[in-house]
């Protein structure tokens, strides 16, 4: 009978175990936000030494506007804000999952992906651009039609050049593109207009070309799963926030002028 208890001991003690590293024991604390990212895409998001909010495992530390605005939902609501750092691509399918409960990620609010999600009110108003190399002959969209022109994959700049009908080659990240323009193996990168300015402050020669009138405006929202309305309205709540009080120009100022 001893022994029959020693057993049952041990095989419940894997088992739970077994839960802790499943599913069963990680996103489900009620006080902890599961924030989804790609942290590519300064000055919302990137991998830094020391950042405002980290990985669930606490080896990887995050920065940016949308980093810090995670932290402050997740704050003002007695919780803590913690990171998934996974690809652009793979968030919206994370989110479905509930590997994730929000994403934020610099996400423009799409016909497309509100199929897929629901998303906030927005935060955060982007245009495309384009990036090219000083005394490019690239004034307007338009003059991309015989160029080789570079894109990230499943961003929205992907989608405007598809628009346009024009070739283009997809990489998985903002920093092979400029370095692909940088070395001249492509003449003109399509990326999200603050991203783009990061990196014409990071890379000498590079200059921002602007198409108002082949780029339209873009917001930028916060994805939950659909029909989470619980956290939905408690997001909202807090962007509505800080819109009114300043705290998110504030923010974009501050890192898009950091180094
Ligand atoms: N705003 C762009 C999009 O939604 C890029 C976002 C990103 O790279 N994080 O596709």
């Known amino acids: 009978m001893k022994k029959f208890t020693r057993v049952l001991a041990v095989v419940l003690a894997l088992c739970c175990v077994a839960c802790m590293f499943s599913a069963c024991g990680s996103s489900k604390d009620e006080n902890v936000i599961v924030f ?4 590519e895409f300064p000055p919302f998001e990137s991998v830094v030494a020391n950042g405002v909010v980290s990985s669930a495992d606490g080896t990887q530390q995050y920065d940016g506007i949308d980093m810090a605005i995670a932290v402050k939902i997740a704050e003002n609501n007695g919780k803590t804000a913690v990171i998934n750092n996974i690809e652009f691509d793979s968030l919206l399918v994370a989110l479905q999952n509930g590997q994730l409960d929000a994403c934020i990620a610099g996400m423009t609010i799409t016909e497309d992906r509100m199929k897929e999600v629901d998303f906030s009110i927005p935060y955060y108003t982007a245009t495309q651009v384009m990036i090219v190399k000083e005394g490019s002959d690239i004034k307007t969209a ?6 080789k022109i570079a894109v990230v994959q499943g961003y929205t700049g992907q989608t405007v050049v598809e628009g346009l009908g024009f ?13 692909e323009l940088v070395n001249g193996k492509c003449d003109v990168v399509v990326i999200d207009s603050a991203t ?28 939950v799963k659909k029909g989470n309305t619980e956290l939905l309205d408690m997001i909202n709540k807090e962007i509505e926030a800080m819109l009114a009080d300043g705290t998110i120009s504030s923010l974009a100022v501050q890192y898009t002028e950091a180094e």
């Not at 989804?36 to 942290?39: K, W």
């Not at 070739?167 to 370095?179: I, N, R, S, Y």
């Not at 014409?200 to 405006?217: C, K, P, Q, R, S």
Request: with cysteine; aromatic share 10%; charged share 25%.
């Open 36 to 39: 989804g990212t790609n942290a």
């Open 142 to 147: 338009q003059d991309m039609a015989d160029k």
């Open 167 to 179: 070739e283009f080659t997809a990489f998985k990240k903002g920093t092979e593109c400029v370095l």
């Open 196 to 223: 783009a300015q990061k990196y014409v402050a990071d890379n000498a020669g590079l200059v921002i070309v602007e198409d108002a009138t082949a780029f339209e405006a873009e917001e930028y929202g916060i994805a």
